[in-house]
């Protein structure tokens, strides 16, 4: 009896202790979580939210709550840091605290915590280094990618020649042109244009991407533990990964057949030699899952974000006559029409350098980031967030932040040049992210949209069957990406 009563007392005693201890150290590390709307069981913040616009929701909640607010997608409790300070004081100043990743529950059904985008840690860490060496070695920020984006560019005319000025939709045009510049990369060659299994993946990429961005999509965010059981389209987006991911594993194993462990041919390669060379290493990121996931990544993000900008750009331009009427102007006095363009005409191309940067900032491509995590314990501002939080870096609300931007809707390329008609950088233009995670294909990204933009105006005029005042600008999803509306267009060779 008196030993239970003194064991009672004891552990009493020590969860007070543990309670208080937890306590302190809150207390010590500078207080609380951000305020924020109070959270029900299981739905969180779900009666405050419209998954229809969840970014838009995130900005009114931050309205009332202020820049750094916290937010429940049903469990997940996640930190929201809106505008150009709340993202940069977390992502630069404290670059090493936010470098963790966070969820994104549509990939993560797939990846799994594999893979350089959607892992953490020493894997993350380790993918990374490998795989910004690897697509330097093949060529990515010199002369080699230079001219295999040229060539596919020649592609891509020819194509737009072969419509004859007929309204097509442009979508698929985009996205083989700028897949094969990947698929070089990552597989060794490009696709044909006719290739049916090229247009499948280019499908299921354009499929579960747009996914990520509805109403469904962002549903499935909150309550993806559920949901993965139930029928609904969250299950043809599961499908079009699964089939992305079975190709990559095809390839990987028909590469390892011909594998020369001196001469890699690309990126698939160049890991099966890394796997070899760290087999004895228990401790190696380098294997089988890691390098399917990763080649997925690489394939996916290179493809189509590029692509859907490209797109979203179009649109614009037709919106825009007097811009694109400017850009043909730059292009004939600068290039010419006898040459391709190349990367270093960027340097005497202000105007079309403004242009691609502000199509890039109203387009707007991945609007809340890729979700982060602090990977410790970390005083904010004036808030404590315990090591695992996740937070929404909100790129939009900084491509918007109208401390940078003064009339953030509207379309205006001269926001990017001086009054000399230089082109102007700004702090504020992150489409890439910023911090330790930002994306390492900028530079590739940027070569893309600049040498596909300039070759294609070069040769062509951008016509609409509607006039430019019905063209819709608005995005027809926001959600993980902005998804622009579908749309036809011609091709008039100039
Ligand atoms: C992505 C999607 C699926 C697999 N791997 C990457 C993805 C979409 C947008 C971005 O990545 C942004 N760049 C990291």
């Not at 990126?267 to 004895?280: A, G, H, Q, V, Y």
């Not at 230089?422 to 600049?450: H, N, T």
């Not at 016509?463 to 959600?479: C, E, L, M």
């Amino acid at each position: 009896m008196l030993a239970s009563g003194l064991l009672l007392v004891a552990l009493l005693a020590c969860l007070s202790v543990m309670v208080l201890m937890s306590v302190w150290r809150q207390r010590k590390l500078g207080g609380k979580l951000p305020p924020g709307p109070t959270p029900l069981p299981f739905i969180g913040n779900y009666l405050q939210l419209d998954t229809e616009q969840m970014y838009n929701c995130l900005m009114k909640l931050s309205k009332r709550y202020g820049p750094v607010f916290t937010v429940h997608l049903g469990t997940r409790r996640v930190v929201v840091l809106c505008g150009y300070d709340a993202v940069k004081e977390a992502l630069v100043d404290q670059a090493e605290e936010f470098s963790g990743r966070g969820e994104n529950a549509t990939f993560d059904w797939l990846f799994k915590g594999y893979g350089v985008v959607f892992s953490n840690g020493e894997r993350a860490k380790q993918l990374r280094r490998f795989s910004i060496t690897t697509l330097r070695d093949f060529g990515v920020g010199k002369r080699g990618i230079e001219e295999r984006i040229q060539e596919e560019a020649g592609f891509l005319i020819q194509a737009f020649r072969d419509t004859c000025g007929a309204f097509i939709d442009p979508t698929f045009y985009l996205s083989r042109t700028v897949s094969n510049v990947i698929s070089s990369i990552v597989f060794g060659d490009r696709f044909d244009y006719e290739d049916k299994e090229f247009l499948s993946l280019l499908r299921m990429m354009l499929g579960s991407f747009q996914f990520t961005a509805t109403s469904t999509g962002q549903l499935y965010e909150m309550f993806y533990s559920v949901m993965k059981h139930l029928p609904g389209p969250q299950q043809q987006a599961f499908k079009e990964l699964q089939g992305l991911e079975d190709f990559v594993a095809r390839k990987v194993e028909q590469n390892q057949r011909t594998l020369d462990p001196n001469s890699p041919r690309h990126f698939i390669d160049s890991f099966l030699i890394r796997m070899k060379e760290e087999k004895n290493n228990p401790n190696t990121e380098f294997f089988m899952k890691n390098l399917v996931m990763t080649t997925l990544n690489l394939f996916f993000a290179g493809t189509e974000t590029v692509s859907t900008t490209l797109r979203y750009g179009f649109l614009m331009l037709m919106k825009h006559p007097e811009v694109e009427a400017k850009l043909h102007e730059e292009i004939d006095q600068v290039i010419g029409r006898n040459r391709q363009p190349k990367f270093e005409d960027r340097a005497q191309m202000p105007y079309t350098e403004a242009v691609i940067h502000e199509i890039q900032r109203f387009g707007d491509m991945i609007p809340m980031g890729l979700s982060r995590r602090v990977i410790k314990d970390t005083k904010f501002r004036d808030f404590f967030l315990p090591k695992g939080t996740e937070v929404f870096p909100m790129l939009g609300s900084v491509l918007r932040d109208n401390k940078f931007f003064s009339n953030p809707e509207d379309f205006n390329p001269q926001r990017f040049l001086d009054d000399k008609g230089q082109f102007k950088k700004s702090d504020a233009f992150v489409p890439f992210s910023i911090g330790k995670r930002y994306c390492f294909g900028e530079g590739l990204a940027r070569m893309e949209l600049f040498l596909f933009l300039t070759t294609i105006l070069q040769n062509f005029c951008l016509k609409s069957p509607q006039a430019p005042q019905d063209i819709d600008v608005s995005p027809k999803h926001v959600g993980f990406a902005t998804i622009p509306r579908t749309y036809t267009m011609s091709f008039l060779a100039r």
